[in-house]
Each structure stands twice: as C-alpha cells, then as structure tokens.
Nanobody, 124 residues
C-alpha cells in the first residue's frame, strides 16, 4: 500500500486548501484514515481521522474549520481546510491502518502506512 499526499501550498490567513491522499491497494475500503501534522519544533499531532464506517474525529483546534472525507471508489481521502490560521502551518501527512476500527485510533503507532507529507504554509 502506498499513500500519496498532495494539495499543500501557501495561503493567506482566512483562506482555504484541500489536501488529497491517494491510496493504492484494496485495503483502503476497510481501514481507518487520518491526517497528522507536524509543525517545526513540535511533535506530530493527529488532526482528523475517519473510519471505514464514516465516523470522524477532529482535534479541538480545527473543529468547525476542517472536514475530513473519503471516497472509497476513488481510493482517496481528503482534508478540506477553511479559515486557515498561521498556527496551522505544518507538514501534513496522511496515514492509514491495515484493519478497521470502530473509533479513530489516536496513537500514530497504530497507523501502518504513511504518505510523504505535504507542506501547508499560512501567512498572516
């Protein structure tokens, strides 16, 4: 399984970006997907996740601004980011588990596959 993240870029505060994660392999239809981010000098944090059943979870700082979704037919996951803030600046990674979960796993060690990361820069 390979994950390819894309859609990052430079945007002004208040703007929007949509990240995409293209997954290869049939495992995609049953796994949990997540977006993590890592800002300079900080630990990687879970931003949002979605189970194969469509249950979603968000870190508090992005609730009501970010939306995670997935398209099983296209083997893709997305992160729509609105009202972006300078503190959202980070490298964003998509991640996937092998097996299904009823809730979003929070530990990064639970995720078996990782994309290469895409940089999001929000200017003030």
């Amino acid at each position: 399984v390979q994950l390819q993240a894309s859609g990052g870029g430079v945007v002004q505060a208040g703007g929007s970006l949509r990240l995409s994660c293209a997954a290869s392999g049939s495992i995609f239809s049953t796994n949990a997907m997540a977006w993590y981010r890592q800002a300079p000098g900080k630990e990687r944090e879970l931003v949002a996740g979605i189970t194969s059943g469509g249950i979603t979870n968000y870190t508090d700082s992005v609730k009501d601004r970010f939306t995670i979704s997935r398209d099983k037919d296209k083997n893709a996951a997305y992160l729509q980011m609105n009202s972006l803030k300078p503190e959202d600046t980070a490298v964003y990674y998509c991640a996937s588990t092998i097996r299904p979960y009823g809730q979003i796993p929070e530990s990064s060690t639970t995720y078996n596959y990782w994309g290469q990361g895409t940089l999001v820069t929000v200017s003030s």
